[in-house]
């Protein structure tokens, strides 16, 4: 190897390892401006003792980038109950609810029958209705807990089962998922 060679080599070493120094510099800013994506839990006025459960669960996962949004008027029960289970996230109501990017997701503990009909029947007139819409209007993913989601009876008539499963079954296609286990998302 001749002198010019072994020159040559070593400014291209460098070379390479200053280009390799400025892409890491340039990854480590994109990663601090690159805001995390938020999870948002969807919390109704009525307290569901079925919300003990998921805090629960979701205290032992300790995620960061947890909002609560409330979907009702008055607050002071959920902050009490927050309170009580030491929960300390953000609470925004329901016209404070932004998108952030379509990395974000929503998260129904809790859902009743009536609202699932009506986001099956794409209407926008409860508080639950209208997150929904903006989700699908952002390509945001919306989750249901299976355990939270209101059962039938058993009791009501065979037309009347098989048209509330239709209309369950008519949410699924809207791809919203129904999960048993919070960690599968967080």
């Known amino acids: 190897m001749s002198v010019d060679e072994k020159n040559f080599n070593e400014v291209l070493r460098k070379i390479i390892k200053q280009v390799l120094i400025e892409q890491e510099k340039i990854s480590s800013e994109k990663n601090l401006l690159k805001k995390e994506n938020s999870i948002y839990i969807a919390i109704d006025e009525k307290w ?15 995620p960061q980038n ?53 986001i099956a ?9 209208k ?4 989700c699908f209007e952002s390509g945001v993913k919306i989750y249901f807990m299976k355990y939270g989601i209101e059962k039938l009876t058993g ?26 286990d919070i960690r599968t998302v967080i």
């Not at 609470?91 to 129904?108: A, G, P, S």
């Open 48 to 62: 569901d003792n079925k919300y003990y459960l998921f805090f629960e669960e979701l205290k032992k996962l300790n």
């Open 131 to 134: 997150v929904v819409r903006v």
């Open 66 to 118: 947890i909002e609560i949004l409330f979907l009702g008027e008055k607050d002071n029960e959920i902050k009490e109950k927050f309170k009580e289970l030491n929960i300390c996230y953000k609470i925004l109501k329901i016209d404070e609810f932004k998108i952030n990017t379509n990395e974000d997701i929503v998260i129904f503990p809790v859902i009743s029958r009536k609202d699932i009909i009506d």
């Open 155 to 180: 009791k009501e008539p065979d037309k009347y089962k098989k048209k509330v499963l239709a209309y369950y079954k008519e949410v699924l296609e809207f791809n919203i998922e129904m999960i048993d």
């Open 121 to 129: 029947s794409c209407t926008d007139k409860t508080p639950v209705t």
